[in-house]
């Protein structure tokens, strides 16, 4: 059974999910607009019991995983929705109080605040079955995060401390890898990954295992752009490990902050249909479909084949 990724559009926000192979569903960051709800919708498709919810008054479909990559309100502003569906397993930043405070900090209003505060003090260190792991299907899902008072010691305002604690996840699925950052910023993909004296002795005073994090962002296919593809997450140091064929970015329409660099060297690109790609971002093509099918090793195809949809028939497409 095929795999099939999306990156949704929800305007100002982010909101990615993937249906495994075994039909469970895994979402990365719950952002919504007032139009559409990427939870509500996966829940509207996913497999359920209906007999189950009509004798018991349960929602007949639930999330495998969960992840929040980070405590702003356009990455978690549909949570609520999020935990009316499970999930089973739920990561995101193991938050302290200073972490919280900065987040507030940062908000751009009271609703966010206030999403915010109900969402820490319920679900601030995620949570898993105590005696399961995941089934994903054949499919591998790696995430990685600096610790909140690592973000805290590399610097810059409440936003950008915020920011560099983000839960950066990878997932290998037939051959592909895809990569979605968060909303990390340069100086931490700078400390991560960077090869040069002082950065490395940065590493070691702050506890980091760089040799994991470079193998987390290698050599991927699709790399989900960092805080929305603005210059702020970008990184030479991130491009030139990860070389990704494309990159995708969450955009708000009429952004004008999306770094151009993201489509050039070393983003390889790619042919969908009769245009060629670098950059795919929602603001130009709206929502975004990666069906990503088994190795057909009869005909000599040893990596996952790929179907790209965008746009509404993304998620008016049969799964």
């Not at 498709?45 to 929040?68: D, M, R």
């Not at 507030?104 to 605040?113: G, I, P, Q, V």
């Not at 752009?225 to 070389?243: E, F, I, M, V």
Request: charged content about 15%.
């Amino acid at each position: 059974m095929s795999a099939i990724f999306f990156l949704f559009d929800v305007d100002l926000g982010q909101s990615a999910s993937m249906r495994l192979p075994n039909g469970r569903w895994c979402i990365f960051d719950v952002g919504c607009n007032s139009t559409f709800s990427p939870v509500r919708w996966i829940a509207g498709n996913g497999q359920g019991s209906l007999i189950a919810q009509a004798l018991f008054g349960v929602p007949s479909f639930c999330f495998l995983k969960g992840t929040v990559s980070h405590m702003h309100g356009d990455h978690l502003a549909d949570y609520a929705n999020l935990f009316q569906h499970g999930p089973e397993f739920l990561k995101t930043v193991n938050a302290d109080q200073a972490y919280v405070t900065d987040c507030y900090a940062s908000c751009s209003n009271e609703l966010s605040r206030a999403t915010v505060r109900a969402f820490s003090q319920r679900y601030a260190s995620g949570f898993s079955p105590a005696v399961s792991t995941p089934d994903y299907g054949g499919v591998q899902i790696s995430e990685l995060c600096l610790p909140v008072a690592v973000a805290r010691q590399i610097g810059g305002d409440a936003n950008s401390r915020v920011n560099n604690a983000s839960v950066v996840t990878r997932i290998d699925v037939y051959g592909k890898s895809i990569l979605l950052c968060g909303d990390m910023e340069r100086e931490a993909w700078e400390i991560l990954l960077g090869q040069d004296c002082a950065q490395m002795l940065q590493r070691g005073q702050y506890g980091i295992n760089g040799n994991a994090w470079r193998a987390l962002v290698a050599n991927v296919d699709i790399l989900v752009a960092p805080h929305h593809g603005h210059r702020s997450g970008y990184s030479t140091d991130l491009l030139n490990l990860a070389k990704p064929s494309v990159v995708l970015a969450s955009v708000v329409a009429k952004d004008p902050h999306v770094d151009s660099r993201y489509s050039q060297i070393p983003v390889q690109g790619i042919q969908v249909g009769a245009m060629r790609y670098s950059l795919i971002s929602t603001r130009a093509q709206s929502h975004i479909r990666i069906e990503i099918h088994p190795p057909d090793v009869l005909s000599g195809q040893f990596r996952g084949a790929t179907y790209w949809m965008f746009g509404e028939i993304a998620v008016k497409h049969p799964i």
